[in-house]
Every structure is written in C-alpha cells, then in structure tokens.
C-alpha cells in the first residue's frame, strides 16, 4: 500500500509542470497577441519557423509582468478589433468632387465598358457600383467574377481581404446612392485605385542590387539574415519593453550589418538618390510649368466645341423652318394680292354702272341731299340700336358665365358631399349608417320642396355628428382604459423577463457547476487509471522476480543432486517464504483494488446524487417557467376578450 502510494504521488508530481508552463504561456499570449494576419499599421517583420518554444521564451531574457513594466505597451492595440477613425474629409464637397474625377479618369483611361458620366458618379445606383467595384477589382485580380446573388454582401468581405482599414457595412452597399453613404464607398474606390497603382508601380520595378547572383532570387533567405533579423527584433523589442520608443542607432547599426552582408555599393547607391532627387525636382518643375490639366482641358473644349456643334445645327433647322414659313407667308400674299385684284377690277366695273344710273337719275340735287340726310340719321339711329343691342348681349353673356361657374361651384361641393358621405356609408339609403334615410342631394330640383328637403337633411346630419361626437368620446374613454390595462400588462410582463432571466442565469451556474464536477470526476478516473496501471506493473515486476528465483532454484538443484538430502529441508523452507511473500503481496494488491473500488464507487454515487438533484432542480424550474407562462397566456386571452 505504502510503495503503490509513493508511485501515485510522484506519477502524478510530473503532470503538474506542464500544466504551470501552459498557463504562464497563456498569460503571455493574452499580453502580447499575436494575429495571423499582420494588423494596419504594424511592422511587418518575418519570424524564424525553426527553433523551440524554450528558445522563444529564453530569447528575451526574463520577463517581467505587466504589473511590474516601466510604462504600458501599446501593442496590442494594433491588432485589435476596435474601429480606426476616418480622418478624410469625406463631407467636404471638394473632396468628394476631387476623388469623382479622379475615379472617372482613371476608368476612362482604362476603358470601363459601361456608360460612364460624372452625373452618374454622384449618386450612382447599387448595380452601377457593383461594375465599377467589379472592373477595379479585375485590375488586381483578372481571374475574378462578381457572383450573381448575393453581390453586395461579397464587396465588403473583399475590401477586409485587402486590408481596408475602414469599415464598409453590407446596409451601405443596399442604399449606396444615399447621401450619407456614397462618400465612404467613393473613399473606398479611390483606396482601390491607389492600390491598383501601386501594384503597378511595383510590378514595373526592377530590383535595385543588379549586382546579386541569379541563384539568390530573394535577399531575405539565409542563416546570417535571420540571426541578424533575430538579433535586431530582440534587441530593439527589449528596449521597447523598458520604455524606449526610439530605435535610430539600432536601425542604423542593422542596415550596416545588412549593406556588410550583401556587400551593397555605397557610390551606386548615392547615385541613385542623386538621380531620384534630381528626377523629383524634374516633376516638381514640370507640375509648376502646368498648373491644368492638359487631357482635361482637351476633354472640356470637346465638350464645348460639341455643344456649338449642337447649337449651330438647331440654328440651322430653326432657319430652315423659318424660311419654310417665309416661303408659306409669300404665296399667300401674292394669292391675297390678285384676290385684291379682282375685287378692285368689280368695284370699278360697279362705279362706272353707278356713274351711269346718276346720269340717267330723275331726282334734283336737293333730293339727293334730303335723302342722304335721312339716311345719316337713320344710320345713327341704327348704330345706336345696334349699341345698345351688343351692351345687352354682352350683360347676358356675363350673367351666363356668373351662373355656370355658380352651377360648377355647386356641382363641385355637391359631389364632395357625395364623395365623403360615401365614404361615410350614408349614400345610398340602404348603406350601414343611413338608417333608411337617404341623403343625397339633386341640384336639378328647384321651389320650396327642395329647400324642405335641404333643410330635413341638415337636421339629419346634425343629429349623427352628435351621435358620432358621443361615439368618438366613448371610444376614446375606453382606449385610455385600455392603454392604463396596457402598461399594467408590460409592468407585469417586465417583472417576469427578469425573474426568467434570474432562473436562467440559475440554470447556467448549475450548468456550470455540473460541467466542472464532471471534468474533477474525470481527472480523478485517470489518476486511479494510472494508479491501477502501475500497481499492475509492480504485480508483473514480482512475478518476474518470482520466475527468476525459480529458476536459480532449479539451477541449484542440478548442481546440488548429491546434496538433495542435505538440503531439502532448506529448499522447502525457501519455498514456504516465496509463497508467504507471494500470498503478502497478492493480498496487497487485492486490498488495494478493494479499496480503489469501493472510492470509484462512492465517487459514483456522489455524482450521481449531485446530477440527479441538478436535473431535479432543472425540472422543478421548467414547471415554474410553464406555469409562469400559463399564467401569461390566460392573461393574454382574458385581455384579447376585455
């Protein structure tokens, strides 16, 4: 018992260490994290892929907690989750006007196979955007296809692929167009084209040591760049953890040891900055020389040159469809002109035939004149009648109009009452709120039957706005009583959320409770697992020893024939101590597993007292929930009854 103690003690002392190992590295992983995926903004640095955890850990030196540190470390904030603030001004109407030209350029320098105008940029539709984000993106990726379903929720998935250090939501996209939305995703196609560019550049780049051999393709491979690499991050991260934030001599001491390593040309590379600041001031100057844009300004005067064009043309119809009119106006002048003619050539002819007649004429002069006399007065008489005739027609012809508008006016409010007492159910007499009356009005009717009529209905009317005043009054007390029964209910029904909340937190704890019983019941099956075990292999280790002893034994018998006499009472002897020692120890050991035994059993039914009264528990709480929600529900049908 004692020997199978002692192996359970120190078979179970070694488990314990890796066990403090595991959680102090878990405490340095929460300190200091570590993403898959480098983070914005953060020194992208490779890591070796060989070597221990020991050597990771050792490689730093000791560390101290975070309790004991000189000042706080800010790196893990870079790798957070939380949201970066969008310093553009992505409100600023020059801003969102430069990043529109600057995307309709690019995507007509590129050739977008859409209809393209800068009206369309403002406020572009979701499908629009989706081929404007979808011919960007090909740019980077010319295997790619926006899938048919589901398109708006890819692009935000794609801009988190790329590391967009904003966030674009799947809403956004829906109602891109808005407003308060379409400056993020312009943000977000012009970010997409500096990449673009960017690529671009890269790709066009030639490798600036000309001087390596073709056999080593990538610069950073090799022993001596790690260990440099290695010593540099360990050196420069050991004083980051004592508070510098300054690196300037470690930087410059590490880029020595790398031109050292790769044997870098000091003059090639002073040529070359001398050659690159020499061609920025040459871009420098040649920006100051053109202030405007020159493909702009050519692109402009099309437009212009366009719209003359335009104009011009229309002038050009105008004045052909003038001169058509002109044309039109001539013949009927000149037809009007021999009309004119004619008419003058008949009042000539009849002159001359009246001429005549006053030759031949019986009547003296003075006749002549009293009869013209009379007739300048009875043309005056005429002329007044003729007045006074157009004055009373002109008065009729007012009071016609004053009477029609009057009429229409009165159709008018005659039909709206038609229209609202229809609405109201009153018309016809048969409808639901007439009561066998009928309500219609007939302005065709005239005399004082009519006004009788008239009068009766208002009466009518009268009397059921009265009765609706009270209906409307009644109903409103009682939606007041049924608001105040309203907030009784929702007080009720807030109580009992938070008393189910309570029983279910009561749930998780029990839950939880159960769940940690079960792992200590579990570590405690494998402690005896391993206890049995080693008892085992001390059973199999004696009867090793046993078989071994036999075996000398029976050596020294064969040896000793000529003394069996002489030394059978010894063997025998022998032999009764073996098997009074086998007999101890397989007794042990049967005590042993007795024992181991009855403890799994106790702890067996210690669980299962445990589980049972937790399901108990769970039960007696699932019937107070139903019956809360009994409860609930009588509530609710003898309300929907109120």
């Not at 001087?211 to 360990?234: C, Q, S, V, W």
């Amino acid at each position: 018992m004692e020997r199978a103690r002692s192996s359970r003690v120190t078979g179970s002392r070694p488990s314990e260490i890796p066990l403090r190992v595991q959680d102090s590295n878990r405490q340095s992983m929460y300190t200091t994290p570590r993403n898959k995926q480098p983070s914005f903004g953060k020194l992208n640095i490779p890591r070796p892929q060989n070597g221990t955890s020991e050597r990771r850990t050792s490689f730093f030196g000791p560390r101290t907690s975070w309790a004991t540190m000189p000042r706080n470390s800010t790196i893990s904030t870079f790798g957070g989750n939380e949201k970066l603030k969008d310093t553009r001004p992505l409100h600023d109407k020059s801003y969102v006007q430069q990043c529109i030209k600057q995307l309709h350029e690019f995507l007509t320098d590129q050739g977008f196979p859409g209809p393209l105008s800068s009206k369309t940029l403002h406020s572009p539709s979701t499908k629009e955007f989706l081929k404007i984000f979808e011919f960007l993106y090909c740019q980077l990726d010319p295997t790619f296809a926006m899938p048919k379903s589901k398109a708006e929720e890819e692009v935000p998935v794609i801009l988190r692929v790329l590391r967009y250090p904003f966030v674009l939501s799947k809403s956004s996209i829906y109602s891109v167009g808005a407003p308060h939305t379409w400056p993020q995703a312009l943000a977000a196609l012009t970010w997409l084209i500096d990449n673009i560019k960017i690529k671009w550049s890269l790709g066009n780049q030639e490798l600036l040591f000309t001087e390596f051999p073709e056999e080593r393709g990538n610069i950073e491979e090799g022993a001596k760049y790690h260990k440099l690499l290695m010593d540099y991050t360990g050196e420069t991260y050991s004083k980051f953890m004592q508070g510098d934030d300054v690196f300037d001599d470690d930087d410059e001491i590490f880029l020595n040891r790398l031109k050292k390593l790769y044997n870098v040309d000091e003059a090639l590379l002073a040529e070359m900055e001398a050659k690159h600041h020499k061609l920025t001031e040459e871009v420098k100057q040649l920006e100051r020389e053109s202030h405007t844009d020159r493909l702009m300004s050519k692109r402009m005067d099309k437009v212009k040159l366009q719209s003359d064009l335009q104009k011009l043309q229309s002038f050009r119809s105008n004045l052909e469809s003038f001169e058509a009119s002109l044309q039109s106006k001539a013949t009927e002048v000149k037809e009007e002109l021999e009309n004119n003619g004619s008419h003058l050539e008949n009042l000539k002819h009849e002159r001359d035939e009246l001429q005549n007649v006053l030759r031949n004429q019986k009547f003296t002069p003075a006749d002549v004149e009293r009869i013209n006399r009379e007739k300048r007065e009875l043309q005056q008489t005429i002329d007044s009648l003729s007045k006074s005739l157009e004055d009373a027609q002109q008065h009729q012809w007012n009071e016609e109009i004053a009477l029609a508008k009057s009429n229409e006016k009165l159709d008018m409010k005659v039909t709206e009452y038609h229209k609202l007492a229809r609405k109201l159910k009153l018309i016809p007499s048969s409808a639901e709120n007439a009561c066998g009356h009928d309500f219609t009005i007939r302005p065709l009717e005239s005399g004082p039957v009519n006004m009788q009529r008239l009068q009766a209905l208002k009466i009518l009317l009268r009397k059921l706005i009265s009765d609706v005043e009270e209906e409307c009054i009644r109903s409103d007390n009682r939606i007041l009583s049924l608001e105040d029964t309203c907030g009784q209910l929702n007080s009720n029904i807030m109580d009992k959320s938070s008393e189910l909340k309570q029983l279910s937190e009561h749930v998780r704890k029990l839950d939880e409770q159960l769940e940690s019983d079960m792992q200590e019941l579990a570590i405690a099956e494998k402690e005896w697992e391993a206890e049995i075990e080693s008892v085992q292999n001390h059973r199999k280790i004696l009867e090793k020893k046993v078989t071994f002893g036999y075996d000398q034994a029976v050596q020294q018998l064969k040896a000793t024939q000529q003394q069996y006499h002489l030394v059978v009472q010894e063997t025998n002897e022998g032999r009764r101590t073996v098997a009074n020692n086998l007999a101890s120890v397989f007794t042990a050991a049967a005590n042993h597993l007795s024992i181991t035994e009855k403890c799994l059993e106790d702890l067996h039914l210690k669980v299962h007292g445990v589980v049972s009264k937790a399901v108990e528990d769970d039960k007696a709480s699932i019937q107070k929930l139903k019956e809360t929600l009994q409860d609930f529900k009588r509530k609710a049908s003898s309300l929907k009854y109120i």
